[in-house]
């Protein structure tokens, strides 16, 4: 069957003669990245998804690009140190790997990070005092070779306040001190892991997105067969072939592993626990200011900046059904409305001052004994081998923060298994930015041009206005999408992917309905 042409699109049978070097099953921001390093070093890569690049857990983060800091913090008490120094070893070294990559990808992705001022409460009697948050500070700083980075600061006055929300701590007269400190956010992930997909493919990755992989087959020769469907299935099927597999499907490693012809029993690599964050507006004179504290059973809880509003979360529930039913729901809200009004009393949050909300999953390294998965360490490397299935790695718990240091890592895993064939590629891993065309602009005060939403699904594989909207140009992430933009979008990308006005129509009505369902959204007039 002739596939239909959309956008810059290459047909499935492109794939079906060549052998690969490496096949990426998942494009979040692991498989993006990755692609990219493997690309960059001469391996032939095929990075396919099922749905769009760094369209799932990618994009439903909580977007901190942390310090490093945080990752000191014991769960109760710096006591259980002294019980378990395994425990204090293993979180220095995820600290100081944490405080390289934030340097690292400071320098890197400046333009796609927005920097956040977090103050953290330390209450007398707590888990840790203020001289030895100080002492992690310092760590820290020496991991980044002396350099104060992250504006590291004590407040110790009794009533001293870094920012107008850190006044609103509850609980003031035990609290100690408040230390500040600057966190990055990634505006928007996904467009990060797209980025990284672009450059793969700019260096001679083939790069699919709407591509399921199905069954997975070793053959005698070594040679791994992959069966690969359109995503809507269309009827085309074809093998795809490659020396190795990386399965770096996020919270369906298990899923694809289950679909390799003769495996034995392998161990789940993954549990899924799902986060729910909520986009509120404050008043503006708690503008830019953001905090970090735990919730009622003691688990992380932040309000951070976002442009002029601020998002609250994270939820942590283990999720048991099918990845296609998450979306945030009312009770998730209503705990995180109940947990910021505790921390921070008379902020006077309530339901009706949510304009965005949305829920992600967290693929977290599965182990015996916890039910919600091994926290630490992050980016845990399986090498499916060691389970019987030679030339097959995967991971879990790889996260945003460790994307190139988790590429590299990889990368090394596979030269020490199968050499490139090609030379290697420099490039500069600068992030993309549309070309400057005269063009009108899509929404008042915001920079995407008609043009920059034509450009993503002539050069960027993006096929449907989500893609547009979130994962490329980021304009639906503020907010403040209008029905008059939204339409204007519509219009400009149907006419690039060919759409008549009932099929224009069709995706309008799509696009709302999955703003009511996965953001709680109702369409600006
Ligand atoms: C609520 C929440 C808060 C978080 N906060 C942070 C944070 O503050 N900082 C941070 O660094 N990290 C954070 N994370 C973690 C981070 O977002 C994820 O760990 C990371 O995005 C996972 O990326 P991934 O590439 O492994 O998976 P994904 O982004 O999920 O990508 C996997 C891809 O595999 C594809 N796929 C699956 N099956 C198939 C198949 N059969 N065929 C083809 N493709 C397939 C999927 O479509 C998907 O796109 C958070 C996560 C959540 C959910």
Redesign the pocket.
């Known amino acids: 069957m002739q596939e239909k042409d959309e956008g810059m699109r290459k047909p499935l049978s492109d794939l079906s003669s060549r052998l690969f070097d490496i096949l990426i099953?998942?494009?979040?921001?692991?498989?993006c990245a990755t692609a990219r390093q493997l690309a960059a070093d001469g391996y032939d890569v095929l990075l396919?998804?099922?749905?769009d690049f760094?369209?799932?857990?990618?994009?439903?983060?909580?977007?901190?690009?942390?310090c490093g800091l945080q990752l000191l913090a014991p769960r109760s008490s710096v006591w259980e140190y002294l019980r378990r120094p395994e425990e204090l070893i293993e979180r220095i070294g995820m600290a100081r790997r944490t405080a390289l990559d934030y340097a690292e990808l400071l320098g890197a992705l400046g333009p796609r990070l927005r920097p956040m001022h977090v103050a953290v409460p330390i209450y007398r009697g707590g888990g840790y005092s203020g001289w030895q948050v100080d002492l992690g500070a310092w760590l820290i700083r020496c991991f980044c070779g002396g350099r104060n980075a992250f504006c590291y600061r004590r407040w110790k006055r009794p009533g001293g306040a870094p920012h107008a929300l850190a006044e609103m701590f509850a609980n003031r007269e035990a609290l100690g001190s408040v230390v500040s400190f600057v966190d990055q956010r990634f505006e928007w992930?996904e467009r990060i892991?797209i980025d990284a997909a672009l450059d793969a493919e700019e260096m001679g990755a083939f790069i699919r997105n709407y591509?399921?992989?199905?069954s997975l087959v070793r053959r005698a020769d070594n040679v791994w067969q992959a069966e690969l469907t359109n995503v809507p299935d269309d009827g085309q099927k074809i093998t795809a072939q490659a020396r190795l597999v990386l399965d770096?499907?996020?919270?369906?490693v298990d899923?694809?592993i289950g679909?390799v012809g003769g495996a034995g029993t392998i161990e789940k690599k993954i549990v899924c626990v799902k986060?729910?964050?909520v986009l509120v507006r404050l008043a503006d004179k708690y503008r830019g200011a953001g905090v970090a504290g735990h919730n009622s059973i003691g688990e992380p809880i932040t309000c951070l900046p976002w442009g002029d509003l601020h998002y609250i979360?994270?939820t942590e529930t283990l999720f048991t059904r099918g990845p296609e039913e998450l979306r945030p729901e009312d009770e998730d809200v209503r705990f995180l409305v109940q947990e910021i009004n505790r921390l921070l009393p008379g902020i006077g949050v309530g339901e009706d001052d949510i304009v965005l909300a949305w829920a992600?999953?967290?693929?977290i390294t599965a182990a015996p004994g916890l039910p919600k998965g091994k926290r630490l360490p992050f980016n845990v490397l399986h090498d499916l081998a060691d389970e019987g299935l030679e030339g097959m790695m995967t991971?879990s718990?790889?996260?945003?923060?460790?994307h190139r240091s988790t590429a590299r890592r990889i990368a090394a895993a596979v030269a020490a298994k199968i050499p490139p064939s090609r030379p290697s590629n420099a490039f500069a891993w600068l992030p993309r930015q549309f070309p400057a065309r005269a063009s009108p602009l899509l929404q008042p005060g915001y920079p995407t041009t008609l043009a920059d939403l034509s450009f993503c699904i002539d050069h960027e594989h993006a096929r449907d206005l989500v893609g547009v909207l979130f994962s490329r140009t980021g304009i639906a992430w503020t907010a403040g999408l209008t029905r008059p933009t939204l339409k204007l979008a519509a219009k400009t990308i149907g006419d690039s992917l060919g759409w008549s006005r009932e099929e224009t129509a069709t995706q309008i009505h799509m696009f709302i309905e999955y703003m009511k369902i996965h953001h709680r959204y109702k369409m600006l007039e």
Do not use: Q
């Open positions: 099953i998942g494009a979040g921001i692991n498989g396919v998804d099922k749905g760094g369209g799932r857990s990618t994009a439903r983060s909580g977007r901190v690009l942390h992930p892991a591509t399921n992989v199905g770096l499907a996020g919270v369906w899923e694809v679909r986060g729910v964050y979360g994270p992600g999953l967290r693929p991971l718990w790889g996260i945003i923060v460790h």
